[in-house]
Nanobody, 120 residues
Framework: QVQLVQSGGGLVQAGGSLRLSCAAS????????MGWYRQVPGKQRELVAA???????NYADSVKGRFNISRDNGKNTVYLQMNSLKSEDTAVYYC??????????????WGQGTQVTVSS
């Protein structure tokens, strides 16, 4: 079993910053990708940012230049530094971990979610 524990988030004014963390434990061998998604009521969960085991990153266009994803492989932890936050960034943020190699994914795990609220 894989457990993902998220921390960070909360309430911040527009223009401010927050940092999210997600630590994985349990059967976390062969981690392929770790990432962050977000969801608002009535909408589908969307990708915010992801990072592969080799450090390749991918960002949603809406957060490019403002958010930065990083990863500590030794700690099995992924971080999301969010700067210049906007009201439209308000959402529940979820950490996601994929286990696998190359094109093969044999496990997908989600964190518990954490609320990020940006006041304008």
């Amino acid at each position: 079993q894989v457990q993902l524990v998220q921390s960070g988030g909360g309430l911040v004014q527009a223009g401010g910053s927050l940092r999210l963390s997600c630590a994985a434990s349990g059967s976390v061998s062969i981690i392929k990708t770790m990432g962050w998604y977000r969801q608002v009521p009535g909408k589908q969960r969307e990708l915010v940012a992801a990072i592969t085991s080799t450090g390749t990153t991918n960002y949603a266009d809406s957060v490019k230049g403002r958010f930065n994803i990083s990863r500590d492989n030794g700690k099995n932890t992924v971080y999301l530094q969010m700067n210049s936050l906007k009201s439209e960034d308000t959402a529940v943020y979820y950490c996601k971990l994929e286990r696998g190699i190359g094109a093969v994914v044999w496990g997908v795990h989600w964190g518990q979610g954490t609320q990020v609220t940006v006041s304008s």
